[in-house]
């Protein structure tokens, strides 16, 4: 019971998949993997260098202190968590949410079969049906002609059933239901999989803390000198 709780909880407030874009298509996030080489080569060259370091100009000596209060294992620690956080994004993101919208759907060249298809799945999942199919519900009422009779399974084969001639007004009242039918389905996806999204974010808020971290301090270090 309680870790059903927990797992409800975890699920509604993680941040959802595609808030979660934000950092996991931000090119400067994603060029941490570099980091992972750059990091430990920096520091073992900086370690060999004589400091402070003293140059001769114009007969008078200049002096440059290299000291910094720098933890290069702090900087490398946000490098492998980000790291880690870009790679349960990449791998772990539904395919579905990388639709920006409806438009983007069918710009694809998405056709409502293949949104059928999406739906089906989506269906089978326990941890999205719940929430999927009172959504669908909703719509179902919400679209339902006055006195029909029909359930909520003979208006779906209804939404998605192919029609060999393009009738204006009921194609476009279609073309309406298919946008509600997406728009519940990315409700459902974004929200999928909230284990492996709250392991994402608690990487990334790590690794971007840790970064911080080490900028600050640096920041702080340069001011007050």
Same mark, same amino acid.
């Given at each position: 019971?309680?870790?059903?709780?927990?797992?409800?909880?975890?699920?509604?407030?993680?941040?959802?998949w595609?808030?979660l874009?934000?950092?996991?298509?931000?090119?400067?996030?994603?060029s941490?993997?570099?980091?992972?080489?750059?990091?430990?080569?920096?520091?073992?060259?900086m370690?060999?260098l004589?400091?402070?370091?003293k140059?001769?100009?114009?007969?008078?000596?200049?002096?440059f202190d290299?000291?910094?209060?720098?933890s290069w294992?702090l900087?490398?620690?946000? !490098?492998?968590?980000?790291?880690?956080?870009n $790679?349960i #994004? *990449?791998?772990?993101?539904?395919? @579905?949410?990388?639709?920006?919208?409806?438009?983007?759907f069918?710009?694809?060249?998405?056709?409502?079969?293949?949104?059928?298809?999406?739906?089906?799945d989506?269906?089978?999942?326990?941890?999205?049906?719940?929430?999927l199919?009172?959504?669908?519900?909703?719509?179902?009422k919400?679209?339902?002609?006055?006195g029909?009779?029909?359930?909520?399974?003979?208006?779906?084969d209804s939404?998605?059933?192919?029609r060999?001639h393009?009738?204006?007004d009921?194609?476009?009242?279609?073309?309406?239901?298919h946008a509600?039918?997406?728009w519940?389905?990315?409700s !459902?996806?974004?929200k999928n999989?909230?284990? $492996?999204? #709250? *392991?994402?974010?608690?990487?990334? @808020?790590?690794?971007i803390?840790?970064?911080?971290?080490?900028?600050?301090?640096?920041?702080?270090?340069?001011?007050?000198?």
């Open positions: 019971m309680k870790f059903a709780k927990t797992y409800h909880y975890v699920r509604e407030n993680t941040p959802t595609n808030q874009t934000i950092l996991g298509e931000n090119s400067v996030v994603k941490s993997y570099w980091w992972l080489l750059i990091v430990p080569m920096a520091a073992r060259f370690g060999e004589e400091n402070p370091i140059f001769i100009l114009a007969n008078q000596s200049l002096v290299l000291t910094l209060p720098f294992k900087f490398f620690f946000s !490098a492998v968590a980000i790291s880690i956080a $790679l #994004f *990449s791998l772990s993101r539904p395919d @579905f949410t990388k639709f920006r919208d409806y438009g983007d069918k710009n694809q060249g998405r056709t409502p079969r293949f949104l059928q298809h999406c739906l089906w989506a269906r089978l999942e326990d941890a999205i049906s719940v929430d199919e009172i959504q669908l519900d909703r719509l179902w919400h679209h339902k002609p006055v029909s009779t029909a359930n909520r399974q003979t208006w779906l939404v998605f059933k192919e060999e393009f009738q204006p009921v194609d476009l009242n279609f073309d309406k239901e509600g039918i997406f519940i389905l990315m !459902a996806e974004e999989k909230p284990l $492996l999204r #709250f *392991s994402c974010f608690v990487f990334y @808020f790590l690794g803390g840790a970064f911080t971290y080490v900028m600050m301090e640096n920041i702080l270090f340069v001011i007050k000198q």
